[in-house]
């Protein structure tokens, strides 16, 4: 059974709460703008492109309601309509600042929103629709986007591997969760790597914990035995260790994370000890991957210095959480379901730093792969978006070679342009 993170039908929108995984899979409701905030901010809900999936679908699910109930609250002409969603979205884009599909996802709803509000049939129920409308096949072109974005991602990894080091199979490393609880389905980095077992070609997979937060133990583990996949947890500090002593056994080919903002230059910000891997990856001559969709890429942002790194809470590096164990009748360690306790790891009055992100500079990454394909850099070190942004390359930009023009776009896929390189936003 595929893993749900996110539920949803029209007016009813429901998110896995992953504070509470890998112990208990319990759902919560959003209702409204605040609740998305609060589920976003306190990290209920995480990973850049279920983000924004759920901010843009907790103000659908609010207009659905109004809607349904015929509520006095509504607004009484297009316009008010308009402000009111306008301050929804501009209200949840603060909730996390460093993510730039947030921030993305807002800027095309507004853009929708201010098109019906303008138009010659405008009332306050075309702009809602449209609203609705809009956020929903969010939802749906996500999971199609990163299921392209595994094959390219595997059809490249595969391309890098050492032949005859392991038969046809590589091993690779990944980091924090980057699956479908991080967006509306099968992931981003992990979207590639179900893509190389789905081929056969995956021999082994490790993963980090992910300190404060342990998405890798927690949400990462959790979905690769969800899937049966061959996987190994080691701790953050393990992992140039594995890379000396493993890499040449177990074909370790690359390292494959997500991102929360790709620069223009190609620095890219994502969880908190990835920029330790790349450099760990070039000195041991691993291929360093970053799987982002092009809404994660920010033409606007130009190298990862101008990228706003959040901070989070010391408390919680600090302190820890997690279900009580205790004997059962025969003496074997139990989870009690249900049961939580916090508790210190570090000396009292200890003070900790705590960025929940870091950025990777662009000469440590040696390909970004997107819904359209891999982009690598050219002779000068430059990374290439132009083929990710033109609007006649569909879904092919090969490991090597240039990109394959199309005449024609499958049905359901329109040629519209996301984050182009001048920096504008359609």
């Not at 989070?312 to 600090?318: G, H, K, L, M, N």
């Not at 359209?372 to 070190?381: I, T």
Request: hydrophobic share 40%; aromatic share 4%; charged share 20%.
């Amino acid at each position: 059974m595929a893993l749900e993170a996110i539920r949803y039908s029209r007016g009813k929108l429901e998110i896995l709460d992953q504070l509470r995984l890998p112990h208990e899979e319990v759902y919560s409701d959003i209702k409204t703008a605040r609740d998305a905030w609060n589920a976003i901010k306190s990290m209920q809900v995480r990973g850049a492109p279920a983000i924004a999936i759920v901010a843009a679908l907790s103000v659908a699910v609010r207009i659905a309601h109004l809607l349904a109930a015929e509520d006095q609250s509504l607004p009484a002409n297009a316009e008010k309509t308009a402000s009111m969603i306008n301050a929804d979205l501009d209200y949840l884009v603060t909730s996390r600042p460093t993510a730039v599909n947030l921030a993305d996802a807002a800027a095309k709803l507004r853009t929708v929103v201010s098109t019906a509000a303008n138009g010659s049939n405008a009332d306050t129920r075309v702009v809602q629709n449209a609203y609705i409308l809009a956020a929903e096949r969010m939802l749906i072109d996500d999971v199609h986007d990163n299921e392209r974005m595994g094959k390219h991602g595997a059809e490249w990894v595969l391309h890098h591997s050492t032949p005859g080091s392991s038969g046809s199979m590589v091993s690779v490393l990944t980091h924090c969760n980057t699956g479908s609880l991080a967006t509306a389905g099968y992931g981003t980095a992990l979207g590639v790597i179900r893509s190389l077992h789905s081929v056969n070609s995956l021999r082994h997979v490790y993963y980090t914990e992910t300190r404060p937060y342990n998405q890798g133990a927690r949400l990462t583990g959790y979905e690769l035995i969800h899937d049966g996949l061959p996987a190994t947890l080691i701790t953050d500090s393990v992992a140039a260790a594995l890379m000396r002593t493993k890499g040449q056994s177990e074909n370790i080919t690359a390292v494959v994370v997500g991102a929360d903002r790709v620069a223009a230059n190609g620095d890219t910000a994502n969880k908190v000890g990835t920029y330790a891997l790349a450099v760990l990856a070039k000195y041991h001559g691993i291929k360093f991957l970053v799987a982002a969709p092009r809404t994660t890429v920010d033409m606007a942002t130009v190298s990862g210095a101008d990228i706003i790194i959040e901070e989070r809470p010391e408390i919680e590096v600090i302190n820890i959480k997690g279900p009580v164990i205790r004997p059962n009748a025969s003496g074997a360690k139990e989870i009690i379901k249900g049961s939580t306790e916090e508790i210190c790891i570090a000396a009292r009055n200890t003070r900790a730093w705590n960025p929940a992100f870091d950025v990777t500079p662009a000469e440590l990454i040696d390909g970004i792969v997107t819904e359209r394909g891999v982009v690598e850099k050219n002779e000068r070190g430059v990374f290439q978006w132009g083929r990710v942004f033109d609007a006649n390359v569909l879904d092919s930009v090969p490991a090597t070679g240039e990109p394959k023009k199309m005449n024609t776009l499958p049905d359901g896929i329109t040629p519209l342009v996301s984050n182009p390189p001048n920096g504008e936003t359609s």
